[in-house]
């Protein structure tokens, strides 16, 4: 694994196949996996397409065409991991750029860039550099190739000529597997020279699945040659006509040209790093930092009425689906950050509210419903044996409280008027709804899935109730705030939702916990970030109880990260660093340290787990707090680990103001 600790990238230079895990450049709608063999990638993800196949009878995340499949020969021979030396890989985090470089033999020495472009949001590019140490020819071929979960795929390639300019189009079209959706791939190459000096294009058929462009050069001893694969990837949930769609926008992209590409997309990335977190005194915290929020920003996409998957774009786990992990765990780093990213997460949830009242209705509840696992339409998308879809029921409350958190950080009262009260209108409606009244005249929330997953079909859990009342509260804030009238069951329910506690003081997780272990974080949540639990002996108290509860394995990295916060905010810096430190070094992969949901786990990378560490040094280490009342961000005092000597947090809110921490 590497240990390198520049600030902006991580270098890899020791690959082994048998033990590579690879790391995302993404652009909020492509994502782009490494693989270990030179000039390769592992699987190319596209956003928002879903169809139903295989697992669990529900929508699952749909592998894409695969742009950057290329093949680079030196004298007849394939350039392969077992014949190149010097072989290193580097994320380039500063530029979204994934970089490769090798030599082959004493023959060439071979450099690769590729990117999804964070202008063009379907489109990818990788340049190779090839220099020659001796003459010699390359052959290279492009492969589009369908993916076996795809069918109906056809192939075509034309030409599109021109007086000033030569484009080749290698374009392949698909259905998926229900036969509902189009996805389109097209790629070209692109060349210095001009037109009458460009290398001759074949296309040839391979498999009925799979067809190339290749060309052939001949290259002099010391001769440096250059070129680039373009390609773009999109669906019918893009655009109605993905086959033209894709070939124009290659076509588009080839004419800009790849230095135009390439200074574009750089200077998006440069825009998001105006907000960033600059660690002082911990090279390697700065660098796996920064590679959290990198990944977030490699996810997410501005005005894509997206949201987040635990996995990101970084592969297929988790089926793509939407769950709590968004609203709770990586939209607030992203709303103090990036609040224009952020509104793009909360959009996804407002345009399927229509939905979330259906589901609500299926169960016989009113107001809105948000599923457990949402795709597409917005419909419980969780597999049946999973008990989280019909009982887990606080993922409606997290969107509520997103989207009040949305107007208190922006102040955007016209976009609380258009979509937040909406949300919030329905989400306390619903809870309304759902609770029962006891025999004391107190409120319940009886037959639920807790956020600790563990504990199934229980009564009273803590974080569920208590997201309850935060929903509500802030739903009677948003009337007052624009001028309605609002329900007064919603405060009377909000004042009398019980939350109990054990004969030690502890907090209660639910009517019937005693002593079991957790999943994850429970009663803390209450504590932050809901902010319910304000005593800092009541914290302790209940830190010190469920710290013991959470085994070493089988927990995903969000819980660890809460303590953290929560020991910072104690004041207990050196307790915050070590939780800090056990929520993700034993997730680490190599060779790039991508982060696995759990200890040891195998399924990178875990944009969750970065979402709850980021709230750690944001909203712990450097206490940047929404404020309640009146909305806007306050700075609370908080403890930082001992060895750093200090934390920036730059570019923070709509302000963009700079936070400064020292000891």
């Known amino acids: 694994m590497s240990r390198a600790q520049h600030p902006w990238e991580i ?4 690959i082994d196949i048998a033990n590579y895990y690879g790391i995302s450049v993404a652009n909020g709608m492509v994502g782009i996996i490494s693989a270990p063999h030179p000039l390769q990638v592992k699987e190319v993800v596209l956003a928002g397409v879903y169809d139903q196949y295989a ?11 695969n742009l950057l499949n290329m093949k680079l020969s030196i004298d007849g021979t394939g350039i392969t991991i077992a014949n190149i030396k010097n072989y290193t890989q ?5 530029n979204g750029e994934f970089v490769g470089a090798f030599d082959y033999k004493d023959i060439a020495s071979v450099s690769y860039r590729y990117t999804a472009l964070r202008h063009l949001p379907h489109s990818v590019m990788m340049n190779v550099t090839i220099k020659m140490k001796s003459k010699g020819k390359i052959a290279v071929d492009n492969f589009l190739e369908t993916p076996a979960a795809l069918r109906d795929q056809q192939h075509y390639f034309s030409e599109i000529e021109k007086a000033h300019v030569y484009v080749p189009l290698l374009t392949s079209v698909a259905k998926s597997p229900s036969g509902s959706l189009t996805i389109a791939a097209s790629n070209t190459f692109l060349f210095n020279e001009s037109r009458e000096k460009q290398p001759n294009i074949i296309h040839k058929m391979n498999d009925t699945h799979i067809h190339a462009a290749k060309f052939v050069k001949e290259l002099g001893q010391g001769e440096e040659y250059s070129f680039a694969i373009l390609g773009t990837l999109m669906a019918s949930v893009h655009t109605p006509d993905p086959y033209n769609q894709v070939e124009r926008s290659t076509i588009f992209a080839a004419l800009e040209g790849k230095e135009r590409l390439q200074n574009a997309h750089r200077n998006e990335w440069h825009k998001l790093w105006q907000s960033d977190i600059e660690i002082a005194g911990d090279p390697q915290a700065q660098q796996d930092v920064r590679s959290m929020l990198y990944h977030l920003y490699a996810f997410s996409r501005e005005d894509s009425g997206y949201s987040l998957s635990p996995m990101g774009l970084s592969g297929l786990g988790y089926n793509g689906h939407v769950f709590w992990d968004t609203e709770m765990w990586m939209y607030p780093p992203m709303l103090l950050l990036q609040p224009q990213l952020a509104k ?12 979330a009242k259906k589901n609500a209705r299926i169960y016989g509840y009113k107001g809105a419903m948000f599923p457990w696992e949402s795709a597409h339409s917005g419909m419980e998308e969780t597999p049946v044996w999973a008990l989280s879809g019909p009982f887990e029921h606080h993922i409606t409350a997290c969107v509520g409280i997103a989207a009040w958190n949305y107007f208190l950080v922006t102040q955007d009262k016209q976009w609380l008027k258009e979509k937040g009260w909406p949300i919030l209108k329905e989400t306390a409606t619903f809870w309304q709804s759902r609770v029962e009244v006891n025999d004391k005249g107190e409120y319940e929330i009886k037959n639920v899935v807790a956020a600790d997953e563990w504990a199934e079909n229980i009564d009273n859990n803590a974080f569920t109730n208590a997201a309850a009342k935060k929903n509500l509260m802030a739903a009677y804030k948003c009337a007052i705030q624009l001028g309605l009238t609002p329900s007064a069951e919603w405060q009377k329910i909000a004042d009398k939702l019980t939350i109990k506690t054990m004969a030690n003081g502890v907090t209660r997780e639910h009517d019937t916990y005693t002593n079991q272990n957790i999943k994850q974080a429970d009663v803390n949540l209450l504590a932050y970030p809901l902010r319910l639990i304000t005593d800092p002996e009541q ?3 209940d830190l010190a109880f469920y710290e013991t509860k959470v085994p070493q394995k089988g927990t995903p990295a969000m819980t660890q990260a ?6 910072s905010h104690l004041g207990d810096g050196k307790k915050a660093y070590s939780w800090f430190q056990d929520a993700y070094q034993l997730n680490l992969n190599p060779p790039f340290r991508v982060i696995a949901e759990f200890k040891g786990g195998t399924n990178p990378y875990f944009a969750t787990g970065a979402g709850g560490l980021l709230q750690t040094i944001i909203m712990g280490f450097a206490g940047i707090n929404i404020k309640e009342q009146k909305g806007g961000l306050e700075q609370l005092k908080t403890a930082l680990p001992p060895h750093w000597k200090s934390l920036t947090i730059k570019g923070v809110g709509v302000e963009k103001k700079t936070y400064k921490v020292t000891h």
């Open 11 to 14: 270098t890899a230079d020791k």
């Open 55 to 65: 697992r669990g009878r529900v929508s699952n995340f749909l592998p894409s065409y």
């Open 90 to 94: 580097k994320l380039d985090m500063q």
């Open 344 to 355: 793009s997460m909360i959009d996804y949830r407002f345009n399927r509210l229509e939905q």
């Open 539 to 541: 914290i302790k108290r």
């Open 562 to 567: 809460i303590f953290a916060l929560l020991y």
